[in-house]
């Protein structure tokens, strides 16, 4: 009996032998596969990542600073064409609500040649000077009043002195020899004036 456990004890050790070499098969191509793949990882070149020299950085740095140079001047350019462009614009239609302005002078002139009623040459006048006075209005344009008022250097321009005829008027604006105007509260043109002494 003691024969046949030895025997038994013989035939599990060769089993369990078996299937640790089993195992240990299974188990080799597992190791084999990743030797593989280590050798192919190891085969394959390895791009070294080139730190840029000194000249290739400057020469990157020249590009980028003439296309960004180039690109300001550009813009540069287009927006000055753009303000010139506008600037047109908005002369353009102040200049055509002058238009019919002009043609009542025209007609006016035309009319003067032929008129033998001089009240009505004075009155056309008169008309086409009411109508030219609105549109300047239209434009925020605002005669400044200076006859009689002090002389003031931010509103008047002074051409000459005369003895004041009365004694009120010293200091003060006697006449005016062109008018000034306000532009939106702003002065436009200042007026020319005599003063009195």
Known sequence: MAKKLNTSDKQQDKKSKAGKKLTGE??????E?????EEAQEEEPV?????PTAEEKLAELQDKYLRLSAEY?????????????????????LLEALLPVADDFDRALQSVDEAKDIKAVKEGLKLISGKFNG???QQGIKEIDAVHKKFDTDLHEAITKIPAPQKKLKGK???VIQKGYY??????????VVIGE
């Open 26 to 31: 299974q188990a080799q191509p597992e190791v």
């Open 33 to 37: 596969k990743e030797n593989a793949a």
């Open 47 to 51: 791009e070294e990542v080139k730190e």
């Open 73 to 93: 001047d550009n813009f540069r350019k287009r927006t000055l064409k753009e303000k010139i462009d506008l600037q047109k614009g908005a002369n353009e239609s």
């Open 135 to 137: 549109f300047l209005t």
């Open 173 to 175: 604006v006697v006449d």
């Open 183 to 192: 532009l939106n509260e702003r002065v436009l043109r200042y007026s020319r």
